[in-house]
């Protein structure tokens, strides 16, 4: 028997590329209270705890900035408007999804992202395959906490000794070691190689493909 029947992946790095649309977004609220704008690079290191982490680290100060909570507000009003308008699948992600959807795995998205925002672009672009989208609530603790992985497993009505987490950041290595389950890294979104292997990776693919034909003969 096959070792997995689940897969699990992030959102933001490891499906989506949102990175354009959340850099601007960050700069958008910083800009109407008069901070400096980030760049691209600076976002990228940001981003993979959430948008109040991306805010505090945008933000001079962050959290201790007594306006953080009204750019954190107007951040979120800014991208669940324009999540959408730069942001495309990373090239082999529709077809990695169907080969997976075709050999009988079932499938979710677990991402820090703002859940409304996680479910908008799972139904735009992964309708078909996608079973579970899961983001960030008040009601469920985020990643690296294993919650979210496990609200997922639940409702695929699925065992953790059969599922396998997919995602690109360090963020997402924890979150699978928290929840007890094996992880693949993958190394085309907003962390590199040598970041994935500093935060401890085990197994790192650079191609969607290749993470197909990994699970596949497992």
């Not at 400096?36 to 100060?61: D, M």
């Not at 795995?105 to 908008?120: C, E, F, G, Q, T």
């Not at 309708?127 to 469920?140: F, M, N, R, S, W």
Request: proline share 3%; charged share 30%.
């Amino acid at each position: 028997m096959a070792k997995y029947d689940t897969v699990i992946f992030d959102l933001d790095g490891t499906l989506l590329n949102t990175i354009e649309d959340l850099c601007d977004s960050t700069n958008f609220a910083l800009s109407q209270y008069g901070y400096p704008s980030r760049t691209l690079e600076e976002v990228r290191s940001f981003v993979g705890n959430g948008i109040g982490v991306l805010i505090e680290k945008a933000l001079p100060n962050g959290k201790l900035n007594p306006e953080y909570p009204k750019v954190l507000a107007t951040f979120k009003k800014h991208y669940t408007v324009n999540c959408n308008n730069k942001t495309r699948a990373y090239d082999g992600i529709n077809e990695l999804l169907h080969n997976l959807k075709n050999s009988g795995y079932k499938l979710a998205v677990v991402s820090n992202k703002i859940d409304v925002a996680v479910k908008d672009l799972c139904n735009r672009y992964f309708k078909d395959t996608i079973d579970v989208a899961i983001g960030e609530t008040e009601k469920i603790r985020r990643k690296p906490a294993p919650d979210e992985v496990f609200e997922a497993i639940s409702v695929l009505d699925s065992e953790k000794d059969k599922t396998v987490y997919i995602g690109d950041s360090e963020v997402d290595i924890e979150t699978a070691r928290n929840a007890d389950i094996d992880v693949i890294s993958v190394s085309w979104g907003f962390r590199d190689k040598r970041v994935l292997s500093e935060a401890g990776a085990d197994v790192i693919f650079s191609a969607p493909q290749e993470v197909f034909e990994y699970i596949l003969k497992k």
